[in-house]
Structures are given as structure tokens and as C-alpha cells.
């Protein structure tokens, strides 16, 4: 099973800040199949980022992504309001598909 | 406009057993796989498997082999999930989550049902 650690545990900032969420895999996570989403309070996740890099449909650019092998990171470039929310990344190469324990994002 | 509608939340008590239903609108459920995940409250996200919705063919994750059943409602273009012998850990939020055809990615989810297991 491939382990998906997060760091921060929480991160605290303004809006118009930028964020930066890190996720590390226990082991290589090969073909990009990465992908992180975002869950606000009582609702479902959302996808926001697949295939390490690719904007799910509807997700604005201030969203970016990258990383190979085992780290991996989550980009907000500048802050708004609705960014803040709980972050889980999702590796989906190898059964079982595993997430982060998740990064949440709070305003400061 | 595509998206998963699920059943409402349900209380159940021990022993019992619970379906939980997740209609496909606005595209065919055989087009696409369809994954089950929980969340526990205050936790983060597990994968408990997922269906293939053109050969009904499940797969489960460990922790979910046994009690835990996915199946299709081809007729009414949901999956199910029914969870027999439940306990109290069973308390969740149980969310479907649609396979891209294409990358693979979870890149529709249900709302979500909560699943209370209580005496």
C-alpha cells in the first residue's frame, strides 16, 4: 500500500496570500496517476487536480500542481475567500487508492 | 448536467443492514466505473473499492471484503452499496465516486450518505 503523508498538518493565511500543500508517497507513484481534491465543511470532495498537473474542468489557474515520483505539491497562487478548505492528495496507480490524511487550509 | 444524486442518510441499529443508492444523471452508468469511499466523522477519505458498471465486476479494498456489497441498478442507472451485520464503527459518510473514462481520476462525486449506527 502506498502511504500519502501531507505536510502542514494545517496551514494558516490570508486571502491573496499563496499556499503551497506538500504531499510525499512511501513509494514511487509512476504514470501520474496523482491527483488532488479539495472538501469544504459538509460537502462532498471535489476534484481539482489529475494526472499530477491537470486542472479538473472548472478549476480556475490560480490551482497548480506538480511533482513525480514520491513528492508532490498543491499551489494556490493567490488566496480567495472559497480557497479555504480541507486538501487531501490521492495517489490511484496502485490498489488500494490512498489519500493524505489531509492538509486544512485556514484563514489567519 | 452530470452528477451523482445518493439516497439520505439513514439510522440504523446494530445488526441491521443498510443499502445506499447513488443515481447516475446525465450520462450512462456503464459508460464509467464507479468507486465507494468513507469518511468517519472528523476523519479523512478511504477507499473502500469499486464496481466496473459495464461487467458488474466488483473489487474491494482489505478492510471491506465481507460485509460490504456493491452492486447495479441497470434499470434505474445507480450502483448500490448495501453493508449487512452493521456496527457502530460503520458510522460514516459513504460517498460514490465516478472513474473517468479516460485518466482514471474519481472526477464526479455523490453528495454523500450518512450512515448512523446507534441502539
Known amino acids: 500500500e502506498i502511504v500519502l503523508t501531507q505536510s502542514p498538518g494545517t496551514l494558516s493565511l490570508s486571502p491573496g496570500e499563496r499556499a503551497t500543500l506538500s504531499c510525499r508517497a512511501s513509494?514511487?507513484?509512476?504514470?501520474?496517476?496523482f491527483a488532488w481534491c479539495q472538501q469544504k465543511p459538509g460537502q462532498a470532495p471535489r476534484l481539482l487536480i489529475y494526472g499530477t498537473s491537470n486542472r479538473a474542468t472548472g478549476i480556475p489557474d490560480r490551482f497548480r500542481a506538480s511533482g513525480s515520483g514520491t513528492d508532490f505539491t498543491l499551489t494556490i497562487t493567490r488566496l480567495e475567500p472559497e480557497d479555504f478548505a480541507v486538501y487531501y492528495c490521492?495517489?490511484?496507480?496502485?490498489?488500494?487508492?490512498?489519500f493524505g490524511q489531509g492538509t486544512r487550509l485556514e484563514l489567519k | 448536467q452530470v452528477q451523482l444524486v445518493q439516497s439520505g442518510s439513514e439510522l440504523k441499529k446494530p445488526g441491521a443492514s443498510v443499502k445506499v443508492s447513488c443515481r447516475a444523471s446525465?450520462?450512462?452508468?456503464?459508460?464509467?466505473?464507479m468507486n465507494w469511499v468513507r469518511q468517519a466523522p472528523g476523519q479523512g477519505l478511504e477507499w473502500m473499492g469499486w464496481i466496473a458498471t459495464n461487467t458488474g465486476n466488483p473489487a474491494y479494498a482489505d478492510a471491506f471484503r465481507g460485509r460490504f456489497v456493491f452492486s447495479l441498478d441497470i434499470a434505474g442507472n445507480a450502483a448500490d452499496l448495501e453493508i449487512s451485520s452493521l456496527q457502530a464503527e460503520d458510522t460514516a459518510v459513504y460517498y460514490c465516486?465516478?472513474?473517468?473514462?479516460?485518466?482514471?481520476?474519481?472526477?464526479?462525486w455523490g453528495q454523500g450518505t450518512m450512515i448512523t449506527v446507534s441502539s
Open positions: 465516486a465516478r472513474k473517468n473514462l479516460f485518466s482514471d481520476a474519481f472526477d464526479i
Open positions: 513509494h514511487t507513484v509512476n504514470n501520474n496517476r
Open positions: 490521492q495517489q490511484y496507480e496502485i490498489a488500494p487508492v490512498t
Open positions: 446525465g450520462y450512462s452508468l456503464t459508460s464509467y466505473g
